[in-house]
């Protein structure tokens, strides 16, 4: 099939596919039912791992039964993407964040601007050169636009030099439509 403007999430995976290699740490940090992880567990092959946070524990069972056959090592944690930092090593191929709350779930859990922006931080420090960011951001919940604003003002600020940082957004649809940010850092000279 020819290449086609796709969906922000299909986009998403297509650039974290493009950047992630056989045998890399890559994290999930938003584990919902794990389809992502499992994603991301078939990019690094049975050389790499999956690092996975969730802070519903239904979430990292469903992430884990997914994941139950793939060949890559998995680590799966019942906490808050802003641990990252105590659980993922540096040189990271990629980061994904799937925001907001799970569908066919309690609509109540939301990720929150604090802990998603500490996350990132953390996710940023600890990326290699080439690795990627990729975050999904949903405005039409409550509390998802302001959210979807912090996130998008974090991408925006990180230094040009350093990182390549890119927004896809279907904007002929309505003003609440899903929105992906994504930023691959730079190779180092
Ligand atoms: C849109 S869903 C993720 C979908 C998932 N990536 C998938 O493939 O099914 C968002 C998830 O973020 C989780 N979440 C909320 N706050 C969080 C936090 N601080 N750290 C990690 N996960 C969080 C929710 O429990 C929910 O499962």
């Not at 191929?93 to 709350?101: Q, R, S, T, W």
């Not at 990627?132 to 912090?150: F, K, Q, T, W």
Request: glycine residues 8%; negative net charge.
């Amino acid at each position: 099939m020819k290449w086609q403007v796709r969906k922000p999430l299909a986009m998403a995976h297509e650039l974290v596919k493009a950047c992630v290699q056989s045998g890399d740490v890559v994290v999930d940090a938003t584990l919902g039912n794990g389809h992502d992880a499992l994603f991301l567990a078939n990019c690094v092959g049975a050389r790499g791992r999956v690092i996975g946070f969730d802070v519903q524990q239904a979430a990292v069972e469903a992430s884990s039964a997914r994941l139950a056959d793939c060949e890559a090592a998995v680590d799966l944690h019942h906490c808050g993407h802003e641990k990252l930092a105590d659980f993922a090593p540096a040189g990271l191929g990629a980061v994904m964040f799937n925001l907001g709350y799970l569908p066919n779930a309690d609509h109540s859990v939301i990720t929150l601007p604090a802990t998603t922006l500490a996350a990132l931080e953390s996710a940023v420090e600890l990326m290699r050169p080439r690795g990627i960011l990729s975050v999904m951001c949903y405005p039409g919940h409550d509390g998802g636009r302001e959210e979807a604003n912090e996130v998008e003002a974090y991408f925006a600020a990180l230094p040009r030099y350093g990182w390549q940082v890119v927004k896809h957004q279907h904007l002929n649809g309505p003003a609440t439509s899903p929105f992906l940010l994504a930023a691959q850092k730079r190779a180092e000279k």
